[in-house]
């Protein structure tokens, strides 16, 4: 097994198609549908080298949910990518200042994602 990429993500075909693509490039995928179940299932799962986020979604947002994650130990210099329909500079501010690491917009390409993730994580 690969290593390990957590994606969250509250839209089910995202989520799929990340994680398809994911496991073509040989990767272990968790994956959570907001940003609470995200932290959750960071908490409960080890040796997670990366994480993808959507950054809209119900209950905690992707920016909220990367704030959270820099506040854990193991995780502050974890690789984050946030995926998004988003493209605005505003919001890509707010997603820097929250501590992503990079910014891919929606709809991707499977190849661009992967050598993203091998960018980060190889
Ligand atoms: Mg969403």
Redesign the pocket.
């Known amino acids: 097994m690969g290593k390990k990429i957590l994606i969250v993500?509250?839209?089910n075909t995202?989520r799929a198609s990340v994680e398809y693509t994911l496991k073509k490039g040989e990767y272990e995928v968790v994956s959570a549908d907001d940003g609470v179940n995200g932290l959750a299932k960071l908490k409960e799962t080890t040796n997670v080298s990366m994480i993808i986020t959507?950054?809209?979604?119900p209950k905690m947002d992707g920016i909220e949910f990367i704030k959270h994650v820099r506040t854990i130990d193991e995780h502050k210099y974890t690789p984050i990518l946030m995926l998004t329909t988003e493209s605005q500079d505003e919001k890509k501010k707010q997603g820097k200042e929250a501590g992503a690491s990079g910014w891919l917009v929606k709809p991707f390409n499977p190849t661009q994602l992967l050598d993203v993730v091998k960018r980060f994580i190889s």
Not at 54 to 57: G, I, Q, R, S
Request: no cysteine; glycine share 0%; aromatic share 0%.
């Open positions: 993500d509250d839209s995202a959507d950054l809209n979604m």
